[in-house]
Structures are given as C-alpha cells and as structure tokens.
C-alpha cells in the first residue's frame, strides 16, 4: 500500500524569504511597538537606552517563544501588525499572496479566505488564531479594512529521521522535549532533504511542528492539495520528504 506523502514547508528558504513581508508584530500590554520604533534609530540618552533595551528584551522574549511553537499568552494578544512601506500596493497584500504569507521575522499570516480553508482540518488542540488588522508607523492607521489571522501552531509530532536525511543538518546541541534538536542547514532545502518515519503518512494531524527540527511545519497530502487548488499554496514554499521504514 502507497504512502500518502507527507510535505515539509520551509519557509526559511532564499526563495521562501523573498516573499516575506517587513511587518512588526504588535503584543498589548507586552511591549510599546510605537515607542520602540521612536527611540530604535534615535540618539538615546541613559534613560531611553534602557528602556530601548528592556523593549527589545521583552519583544525577543515572546518572538523566541512563537519561533519554538509555544503557546502565546492570551493576555498579551496581538492586535495589530504595522509597517513602515510607502508603497501604495502594500494594502493589497491579501490580493497578491492569496491565503498565506509570512513576515521576514518568522510570523505565519493567515488572509480571512486562508483562515477559513484550514479551519477544516485538524490542526490539534494548541494551534491558536489571533485576529489581527496592518497599520502603518508613522500615521497609526489601518492600511486597509482587512482582517488577518497570526498562526500560532503549538501541537507537535517527532517523525524526523536524522541519519536518513539528505539535506545537512546542524546539531543545535539542545534538546526540546527530550528531542535533540536540528536546523537544516541554508542551501540544502530540496525534495526529499528531510527524511521521517513512515508512520507520519498517517499522522492524525494536517499540520504539525516536529521538536527534532527547529522551526520545522508539515503538511498532510490533503491540506497541500486543498491549498493547491484555490493557489494558496506558492507562499507556504513546500517541499516532498523522504518516507522510511523502520523496524
């Protein structure tokens, strides 16, 4: 009986990252987005660049957090985005990246069509949505009416076969839930670089974070084919895996 293939987004990819958006994530309550943006580039006196370097502490903190697939506290939702980009095509985003895109930071943006598509599919019991709308720096409006959703996936599978991939993998000497921990090294993201366990062909979930490598999404053959269909799928950069057998 034939595997039903299972699909390796790697959005860290060159060409991946050439799709990315420059847009700041705001956290309510968190950090101040808006004066970390005043004070950034600033000539700082003692007491700004303090608190310049407490904003960034607490804003890498929870951006350390998304990137290792844990759940965003609920206090500290995000709301908005913002962007500094003149350009007047930038509030037309959900027309030219259908579905999904990312921002050049690692945060996984949902268009309300692409929400509604995955919302069918089984994406466990951690996965959350955050409502979110784009703003703009320097006046603090809306970009456009659009609703979007931040992605944070929290539920994870460890299929990851270290010693069959083909692409190079770095030992990030870590260990994230009792899981040694890789990266897949730049310029080795191919067809069948990675390589898991046949058993993930029936993984209960569509789209799953595997611990064993960092900043790792993988995607069932039917959540790759509903995206493909209404061409949601260009920006989730896809790439084929390597199923093996293993007693």
């Known amino acids: 009986m034939a595997l039903s293939p299972i699909w390796y987004s790697c959005y860290q990819a060159v060409e991946a990252q050439k799709k990315s958006f420059n847009f700041d994530m705001a956290f309510p309550e968190k950090f ?11 000539m700082r006196n003692t007491s700004e660049d303090e608190e310049f370097h407490r904003l960034m502490k607490a804003s890498v903190t929870i951006h350390d957090a998304y990137l290792n697939c844990e759940p965003l506290p609920i206090e500290h939702a995000p709301t908005r985005m913002y962007t500094s980009d003149p350009r007047s095509e930038i509030k037309d985003i959900h027309q030219k990246f259908h579905g999904f895109f990312k921002t050049l930071d690692g945060y996984k943006i949902l268009t309300e069509e692409g929400y509604r598509l995955i919302q ?4 466990g019991q951690g996965t959350q949505f955050f409502p979110i709308r784009l703003y703009h720096y320097e006046t603090n409006q809306p970009v456009n009416n659009e609703t979007y959703y931040l992605m944070c996936l929290t539920d994870w599978r460890n299929y990851l076969l270290p010693e069959f991939c083909e692409g190079k993998l770095k030992d990030r000497q ?6 040694n921990s890789y990266r897949l090294r730049p310029g080795y993201e191919f067809n069948d670089a990675i390589a898991l366990l046949s058993e993930a062909s029936n993984c209960d979930l569509d789209l799953w974070h595997d611990p064993a490598l960092h900043g790792s999404l993988f995607m069932s053959d039917r959540l790759k084919q509903a995206l493909e269909q209404v061409d949601f799928l260009p920006c989730w950069h896809v790439l084929s895996t390597k199923l093996v057998y293993k007693q």
Request: proline share 0%; charged share 35%.
């Open 32 to 42: 101040d987005l808006l004066r970390l943006y005043d004070i950034e580039y600033k």
């Open 120 to 123: 069918q599919f089984n994406l």
């Open 174 to 179: 870590r260990l994230k839930g009792n899981v």
